[in-house]
Each structure stands twice: as C-alpha cells, then as structure tokens.
C-alpha cells in the first residue's frame, strides 16, 4: 500500500518487524472482510441489483489491495514492482468508488433522476481510467529498492520529487474524494432529514419508534466520509512530517499509518457491505439449516436483521403516500 511503502526509512529492524505485523494482519482483516462482499455477491442472486453492483467493485478494490499488500519479494523486482503499482492501483479505485455510491445516492434522492444505472460504463471508465493514469504518474521519481528483512514489502524510496508526485497521485484525489462524499452526504441526509419530518408532522408520529429508526438509518450515511478520513488522516500526517523532516521517523505514527489505512477494506466492508440486503439473504439461507445447526446461532440475529431492514422500508411507504 502506498503508506506502507514510505514509513520504513530510518527505523530500526525491530521497529520494521512491528511495523510488518501490524502490515500483515490488518491486510488480512481488510481481506477477509472485503473477500466476504464480494461472495455474498457472487453466491446471492437478489443482491445483484445496480446500488449493491457498486458496493462490489469497492469490496473487489479493497480485497485486490489488501492481498497485494499481503504478497510481495522484495528480491526479486518483477515482484517489487508489481506490489507497489497494484496496491497503488486498487487502492485509489478503491476510494473512488466511494465517490460513485455517494453520487449514485445523490443523483437518485436530491436530483431525482432514473438514469444513473446507465452511467455504469462512466464509472467504469472514471475508476478505473482514473487510477490507472494516477499509477502511472506515480513511476516519476521513484526508485524501487530491494531490501531484506521486511516481510512482504516492496520499499519505494522516493526523493522530494517522487514526494510530490506522491502527493499528486494519491493524496490529492484521496481528499478530494473526501470532501465531495462529505458535502454530498450532507446534502442528501440534509434532504432526507426534512422529508422525514415532514412526513412525520402529517401522520403525527412525532414519538413513533419507527420515525426514530428512520432518522438514525439516515444519520449513519454521515459516518461513510469518516472512514476515508479515519484510514488515512495519520497517513496524511506522516507524509508531511516525512517531507518537512526526511531523516526522522516517528515510530507510532507510523503504526497507526500502516495499521489503519491497511483496515480501510475492513471498515468499508463493514459500512458499505453489511446492509440489511446481506443480513436479510444470509438469515435465510440460515433458515434453510437443520434445527440442530440454528439452534447455535444466537435468536437475536434473525430479529435484529428484520429490524434494520424496517428502517428504509417505512421511508419508502411514506414516499408512496
């Protein structure tokens, strides 16, 4: 990944091993974690519908850069050049997905427009045009070096020019991506928020449950721009302390800049991928079980996936009435 390949400069080998686990098993969760929306996709039927379509390009993003940042020679160059461009890669299309589901939403909700399945290819061609002009401006001022002892990395090291370039081909569009989903999530929640009240002074269900579990169903879409600013808001940190201060590296900066941006697949699965369409199919696949097998799976589940799949079913009844 493109943080874990700045931070190792002048630490000690101990520090690098560290700095390799944390590497490694937040890549695994970010893994698994992604690895599991993508097969929910592939094995449910229902859940290929066009606003979950997009939820599984960004899981196939995260999952692709979570195993080329698990894998790696750093000996051999074919291998070097291979993790560092990927990860890079996949990991700019990953956030840029984010930006299609935060436009799709709000082109369907604020706009009010029917099309947006039909943008499918101008997706396709934004992503992953998009990231793979970004890799490929991201070669200049790089110099791949083989070093032994770090795991599965491939260590770019850069001079002030690749630095920059860095900045223009990762970062840039990372929090640009950043603040278009926050000020598109915040018009949409902002939009939703006064139909919902509205419609909630009509039918006088002020202290209703139901109003209430719509209003926080809401409210978590303002979570998504955090994750993107969670994973990397300390890698940001350490790339302009790196570039004001070269030689000097500060060891738990660096943990969490390898730690969370490698969990950003984990986070995204869990935001984006979990939703009540993925409880609800898995429930009843669980139904399908003998008896003797469900009795091991706690009966809050099943009522608890019910529950949340109520919270976007009563808004789309209020739009109908």
């Known amino acids: 990944m493109a943080t874990v390949q700045a931070v190792v400069g002048s630490l000690t080998a101990g520090d690098r091993r560290i700095l390799t686990s944390v590497n490694t098993g937040a890549s695994t969760l970010s893994f698994l974690g992604s690895g599991f929306i993508v097969l929910c996709y592939l094995l449910f039927k229902d859940l290929r519908k066009f606003s979950f379509k997009l939820v599984f390009f960004l899981a196939l993003s995260d999952m692709l850069c979570s195993f080329f940042n698990l894998v790696g020679d750093p000996s051999n160059g074919f291998f070097c050049y291979a993790q560092g461009y990927s990860t890079h890669f996949f990991c700019v299309a990953s956030f840029l997905w984010t930006t299609t589901i935060a436009f799709t939403l709000h082109r369907t909700v604020v706009r009010h427009k029917t099309d947006v399945e039909d943008l499918e290819p101008m997706f396709h061609l934004y992503v992953w045009g998009t990231s793979l002009v970004m890799t490929v401006?991201?070669?200049?001022?790089?110099?791949?070096?083989?070093?032994a002892r770090l795991g599965a990395w491939c260590w770019t090291q850069t001079g002030r020019t690749g630095k920059v370039v860095h900045f223009i081909t990762f970062y840039a569009p990372l929090w640009g991506a950043i603040i278009f989903n926050g000020v598109t999530y915040f018009q949409v929640i902002r939009m939703l928020n006064n139909a919902t009240r509205m419609a909630v002074g009509m039918s006088d269900r002020a202290l209703h449950p139901d109003a209430r579990a719509d209003m926080k169903a809401l409210n978590r879409w303002g979570y998504y721009p955090l994750i993107l600013i969670g994973s990397w808001a300390f890698g940001t940190i350490n790339r302009i302390h790196d570039f004001i201060e070269p030689?000097?590296?500060?060891?738990?900066?660096?943990?969490?800049?390898?730690?969370?941006?490698?969990?950003?697949?984990?986070?995204?699965?869990?935001?984006?991928?979990?939703?009540?369409?993925?409880?609800?199919?898995?429930?009843?696949?669980?139904?399908?079980l003998p008896e003797r097998v469900r009795i091991w799976f706690p009966k809050s589940f099943k009522s608890r996936g019910h529950q949340q799949e109520s919270e976007l079913v009563s808004l789309k009844i209020q739009d109908q009435q």
């Open 247 to 288: 030689g000097h590296k500060i060891f738990w900066l660096s943990v969490l800049d390898v730690g969370m941006a490698a969990l950003m697949g984990l986070f995204n699965s869990i935001a984006y991928g979990l939703n009540s369409s993925v409880r609800r199919a898995i429930f009843e696949r669980l139904d399908l």
């Open 137 to 147: 401006m991201r070669s200049i001022g790089n110099d791949h070096e083989h070093i």
